[in-house]
């Protein structure tokens, strides 16, 4: 069991439990136990992107004989929900397997964009708390 003398460095935290009112408040077991969770939870969701985007560049290399860098521009291009047009699946399989990738990756991508943006959100609102405390 942790105590609050064990890791005194992470009072301070960037990755802080939703819901408190300011960071200035020591973090309980449950509440540490919970933002390594959140960020293992998110190194993962990070991990599956990047290998579903692998993933689609493999696919589209191999199934429409693209090259490797028109595969990977196709593959970011489509999750992204850009759509130039300039490339698309040509036989029926691909573009099943376009709709579902990105279905997945748009899902993906909105997860750890999501997590990304209440770390930096939190990392201001840290440096701001300590400034006004001056």
Request: proline fraction near 2%; aromatic fraction near 8%; hydrophobic fraction near 45%.
């Amino acid at each position: 069991m942790t105590t609050a003398d064990d890791d005194t460095a992470n009072d301070d935290t960037e990755e802080g439990p939703r819901g408190l009112d300011t960071d200035a408040l020591p973090l309980s077991a449950q509440d540490k136990m919970n933002v390594q969770l959140r960020d293992h939870t998110y190194k993962i969701a990070l991990a599956a992107g990047l290998g579903l985007l692998a993933m689609a560049t493999v696919v589209y290399r191999l199934a429409e004989e693209w090259s490797w860098v028109d595969s990977f521009y196709f593959s970011a291009v489509a999750v992204t929900t850009v759509g130039f047009g300039d490339l698309s699946p040509t036989t029926d399989a691909t573009k099943l397997f376009t709709v579902f990738y990105i279905f997945m990756g748009i899902s993906l991508l909105a997860g750890v964009l999501n997590e990304a943006l209440r770390r930096h959100a939190l990392r201001v609102g840290t440096r701001r708390s300590g400034r006004s405390d001056d």
